[in-house]
């Protein structure tokens, strides 16, 4: 290739000098020369690809403007599309046209003439929209490989219609099913299924059988997607080859059952560990899988990654520092509670003090922290856990989640008692944490004088980065969700119009949205008092408080997520 350096050269598009340089980085990085120049900025894309269609008398091609047919796609194989760099644009006859970045190569399009039994005419394509279109019609090489395995489990499937089962045989074959969960196909999708998951950034995974058909769906960044109905005559055999995976007892299908999967995986040439928690819950058409992906690559642990606004992080911070009281933390299932904990326990964990955790699960092992698993069926709960601590001379101790009475009273103790104690509920907004814990039966003077700051959060998805377009809204609606006239005037709004690093979905990633309570003197006389959660919220207001709405109009000012997301998750 070095002779299109020469041409290039000739024709004044790049210096001698530009020209020895990348051949000096083709040396030592490898590479084709034309991609080398245009990344050194020595050459734009347009011009290389302009030069390459007058200089060989083929026309070029933009391929983000062009649709590629899956009939088309199926005449060259992945692979070869790889090796060569070529793609199939159209088709008229008995010719073939295809989009390849060095026109001149005859061995290819040989290659591809006999392989197709066309007859084969170059268009001229830059190599980066080459390798998206690769990307985008032929997948990963990972995706090609679940295609095959879902292909062979579908040949296998022949004449499967025919019969319907209409009723289950009350006995087990535990043999059998040990058997058909460890035949290859199905030890190839079910290892697929999991990795695919990794590669996509799911969190996690749903396997669900219905009375006809068999289906998994992926949540990424918290909404689920469908991504594959594996043949219902596997349903069996796929959800016992998971549960010998999580050590689960596969002759058991009328009660739920948790396990766990530890894996190691290359990903990107690098080896992760990586946990699966298991859960698994009979339905009226099998056992439904849900498999939640534990990385601690994608834990956050940075208190100023997470979202929070300089105030609210502020008044976190001093309230975690404090060397006793209670820190809550409240929101829904999904909304990064742990993550926040985890965060805060990172921040504060130092040689000098003894943390201990009661958590169910232990979803994450943090160095340095005594983790305690709870096992309900042998009387190990959160109330129990706690009281063993009070025995372990701890000096910050975290509860999953208060639940009941007796855990909330023994954790106000605690924290009444020189513990730093957090913890977490499950309430709407930071005020209505108090009357939840009164509602539960804590007295308000308890509540008062052990609870010193209450976070509420949510996550919003953030706007890819990658297709990020602005966005126009009419101002009347931006003031209805709660911007003032004046933001509504000058904001910009942004969404993502989808692309491949996003999968189509315009978001990639998630922020959460926080609402922090500090609870002071005034604060503390109102609880006393007897005062509602409304009028709690108004005097935390006046006090600054911002509120998850109006951290949700914060990052919709600075582009970091939609209009859509914060209306979603969020109440004025």
Known sequence: MAKLGELLVKSRLITPEQLQKALEKQ??????????????????????????????GV????????TISEELIKLIPADV????????????????????????????????????????????ASERQLKAAIEKYYGTTHSVELRKVMEDLSEEEE??????????????DVDALEEESEEAPVVRL????????????????????????????????????????????????????IKIMSKLDIAEKRLPQDGRIKIKTRIGGKLKDLDFRVSVCPTIFGEKIVLRLLDKDNLMLDLTKLGFEPESLERFERAILKPYGMVLVTGPTGSGKTNTLYSALSRINTPEVNIMTAEDPVEFNLHGINQVQMKEQIGLNFAAALRSFLRQDPNIILVGEIRDFETA?????????????????????APSTVTRLMNMGIEPFLVATSVHLVVAQRLVRRICTKCKVPLELPRKSLIKIGFSREDAQTVKLFKGKGCDTCSNTGYKGRVALFEVMEIDDEIREMILAGATALELRKAARDKGMITLRESGLIKIKAG????????????L
């Open 27 to 56: 040396r030592a990085e490898g590479g084709k020369i034309g991609s080398i120049l245009v990344e050194l900025g020595y050459i734009s894309e347009q011009q290389l690809v302009e030069f390459l269609s007058k200089h060989f």
């Open 59 to 66: 026309p070029s091609v933009n391929l983000e403007r062009v």
């Open 81 to 124: 599309a790889r090796k060569y760099m070529i793609i199939p644009i159209s088709k008229a006859g008995a010719k073939l046209t295809v989009a390849i970045t060095d026109p001149t190569n005859v061995f290819a399009l040989d290659d591809i003439k006999f392989m197709t039994g066309y007859n084969v005419d170059p268009v001229v």
């Open 159 to 172: 004449d499967f219609d025919a019969l319907e089962v209409l009723e289950e045989s009350e006995e087990i």
């Open 190 to 241: 079910v290892n697929l299924i999991l990795t695919d998951a990794i590669k996509r950034g799911a969190s996690d995974i749903h396997i669900e059988p219905y009375e006809k058909d068999y289906r998994v769906r992926y949540r990424i960044d918290g909404v689920l997607y469908e991504m594959m109905r594996p043949p219902i005559k596997l349903k069996e055999a796929i959800t016992s080859r």
């Open 409 to 429: 009273e023994v954790a106000i103790k605690a924290a009444l008692t020189g513990h730093l104690v957090l913890s977490t509920l499950h309430t709407n907004d």
């Open 560 to 571: 970091i997520t939609t209009v859509e997301e914060v209306v979603r998750e969020t109440v």
